[in-house]
């Protein structure tokens, strides 16, 4: 919606079920697969590479079923990784060198400790400028135009954007200029997305918690099976052979109404890519289990339930037609009769005259002087 800050997804991993990338790698293919059948809010993303080459993510969308054609329109990749910190620039080339192609939709970027170009160089990709400038000073490419107008343009469209390892970003910076660098791409209003990878245990606990308040979603990979300290080296290595493909996906999502969601499933890792099971059923199995073991009945019977809705509670009828009368104790029953208009259908009773089957409780107060505001309790007498 205008206005909001574009929604955010955090995934974290650790040493213990290092599936981090992969599941980063699952969402980025899918991710561009909505953006290339217009299934998505955004109609390019802007993927800023720190752990891996763009040459491995070109692969990884083919090998995924992208269009060669969609990823050149839609697919724009800033790349952190080939020279972060402009060493290369200040070296000269080898004469033995050969000069690599490079892709259109490749631009490098060599000043990972400045966060305020690499915000530039993230809203240039895309809103959709040329970068020849760009690409020519930092990869000393001459003579590359490429005007991405066909990706997103100078209208209002959106792009997404996608940050494959924030860990390797904390390396040249500092945690506030990380998390600034996220809420201004989230405050932009062409931004559709955001999501990135962060690996937990190499940071203190505290930026895990900063990246995941700025998140609307944090999906933490834990393992499926726990190590212990007491555990020998070969006990270590099944653990870690147990962990090397599976693992349990917790996902947090935080709702505009401020209610968080939890859900929980279990992914596989095998030759195609990752799998996901839901595990809601196993949950419900081990909890019905539970129940046999305690020595009262947790649920009614269908018999119980029927009671149960047969018992009229105590001035229930009161309002359904009938005349509602609530006797205060305060004064006689007789004197209420009395002072009510009879009915055609009903005769007068009278004091000294008690219908047959109806009976009467004669209440005598202590003092009729007494103030209905006072102390005393009428009902002090009853046990409720």
């Not at 060493?87 to 060198?97: E, G, Q």
């Not at 308040?213 to 499926?224: C, E, G, K, L, R």
């Not at 555990?231 to 209610?259: C, E, I, M, P, Y």
Request: hydrophobic residues 40%.
């Amino acid at each position: 919606m205008e206005g909001e800050h574009a929604p955010a997804l955090t995934i974290e991993d650790s040493l213990a079920s290092s599936l981090g990338s992969s599941v980063f790698d699952h969402f980025l293919a899918n991710l561009v697969s909505q953006i290339a059948a217009g299934k998505s809010q955004a109609r390019g993303l802007v993927l800023v590479a720190f752990n891996r080459s763009p040459a491995f993510y070109l692969e990884l969308l083919r090998r995924k079923g992208v269009d060669a054609q969609h990823v050149d329109k839609r697919v724009r990749i800033l790349d952190c990784y080939s020279d972060p910190l402009g060493w290369k620039k200040r070296v000269p080339p080898l004469k033995t060198a050969q000069n690599l192609p490079v892709k259109a939709n490749v631009a490098c970027f060599s000043d990972a400790r400045d966060t305020n170009k690499l915000m530039a160089s993230i809203l240039d990709l895309g809103k959709g400028t040329s970068y020849s400038e760009l690409t020519a000073t930092s990869c000393n490419v001459l003579n590359l135009v490429y005007l991405l107008t066909e990706f997103v343009g100078q209208d209002k469209s959106r792009f997404a954007v996608a940050i494959d390892l924030v860990s390797s970003l904390l390396r040249y910076t500092s945690l506030p200029i990380v998390a600034g660098l996220v809420n201004k791409l989230r405050s932009n209003d062409q931004t559709s997305c955001i999501v990135w990878l962060i690996h937990s245990d190499l940071h203190e606990q505290r930026v895990s918690a900063a990246l995941a308040y700025v998140s609307t979603m944090v999906a933490s990979i834990q393992p499926i099976a726990q190590c212990t300290d007491e555990q020998t080296s070969q006990q270590n290595s099944v653990w870690l052979g147990k962990n090397s493909d599976k693992a349990k996906l917790h996902v947090r999502l935080k709702r505009r109404n401020g209610r968080v969601k939890l859900l929980a499933e279990e992914l596989h890792l095998d030759q195609v890519g990752v799998k996901f099971t839901a595990v809601g059923d196993q949950n419900s199995n081990a909890a019905k289990s539970l129940l046999p073991k305690v020595q009262f009945n947790l649920q009614l019977s269908e018999q119980e339930r029927v009671e149960r809705a047969k018992v009229v509670l105590p001035y229930e009828h009161q309002g359904n037609g009938e005349e509602i009368q609530i006797y205060d104790g305060r004064r006689s029953l007789s004197d209420s009769i009395s002072i009510s208009q009879p009915s055609v259908a009903s005769p007068v009773i009278s004091d000294t005259q008690v219908a047959p089957g109806i009976g009467e409780i004669h209440y005598v107060r202590d003092s009729d002087d007494e103030q209905p505001d006072s102390d005393e309790d009428p009902d002090d007498d009853l046990d409720i």
